[in-house]
């Protein structure tokens, strides 16, 4: 079946760009996560969605992050002003349940980010 | 900060069980213990969860300590393709204290040799 799918895979940016990241959840999964992860870590909470409503964002690094999920599906997460420190791999995952829920997070292969 | 401790890596031989140990003491009443595992460039797997009852599926089996303070994942034929990053996590379901978000330790590297 059809797992989250997260495009691009690979983004290749100059530092100062602005970035969008897509993620396509699970049908009909309520929650939708993105996690950072830098090279030999693991991931790290960014901001997570029940349906349309961003319940968390307390894992975002700045102002400079920002995410979407305007009809409860599709997600965006975007990185204005990009800078060399926020090279790294961009996670989504969904989950079928919301917070009081103990169904698994799925996750994609996630974006790979590089600033040049 | 993880509340489990792993060990950093392991070595099983192709074919043999591979049990990978997890520590998790300050497990609280309401927290399950998940398994992802992740392979080179791809994002995390999920694996098995469970509350206090071992736990057996298609990829491996899951033994909780009476306790609860600690756990194993068993994979029971080991094959090339198992060698990962394997993550051992607790997550409170009733998101009483966060949002349902993972917290990643550092995993026990896992490597499969032939």
């Known amino acids: 079946g059809a797992g989250v799918s997260q495009s691009p895979r690979y983004k290749v940016a100059k530092r100062g760009q602005d970035v969008a990241l897509r993620c396509d959840p699970i049908?009909?999964?309520?929650?939708l996560f993105w996690y950072q992860q830098a090279l030999g870590q693991g991931p790290e909470f960014l901001t997570y969605?029940?349906?349309?409503?961003?319940?968390?964002k307390s894992g975002l690094p700045s102002d400079r992050f920002f995410a979407e999920r305007p009809e409860g599906s599709v997600s965006t997460l975007k990185i204005q002003r990009t800078q060399q420190e926020d090279s790294a791999v961009y996670l989504c995952?969904?989950?079928?349940?919301?917070?009081?829920?103990?169904?698994?997070?799925?996750f994609g292969d996630g974006t790979r980010l590089s600033i040049l | 900060d993880a509340k489990t401790t792993q060990p950093t890596s392991m070595d099983c031989a192709e074919g043999r069980a591979a049990n990978l140990p997890c520590n998790h003491s300050?497990?609280?009443?309401?927290?399950?213990v998940y398994w992802y595992r992740q392979i080179h460039s791809q994002g995390p797997q999920y694996i098995i969860h469970?509350?206090?009852n071992n736990e057996t599926n298609e990829m491996a089996s899951l033994i909780i300590t009476e306790d609860r303070k600690s756990s194993t994942l068993i994979l029971p034929h080991a094959t090339l393709r198992d060698t990962a990053v394997y993550y051992c996590?607790?997550?409170?379901?009733?998101?009483?204290?966060?949002?349902?978000?993972?917290?990643f330790g550092q995993g026990t590297t896992l490597q499969v040799k032939p």
């Open positions: 469970g509350l206090k």
């Open positions: 995952a969904s989950s079928l349940g919301g917070t009081s829920s103990n169904q698994p997070q799925h």
């Open positions: 996590i607790v997550k409170d379901w009733l998101g009483s204290s966060n949002t349902g978000k993972l917290i």
């Open positions: 300050t497990i609280s009443g309401n927290e399950y």
């Open positions: 969605f029940q349906n349309e409503a961003q319940l968390d």
């Open positions: 049908s009909g999964h309520v929650s």
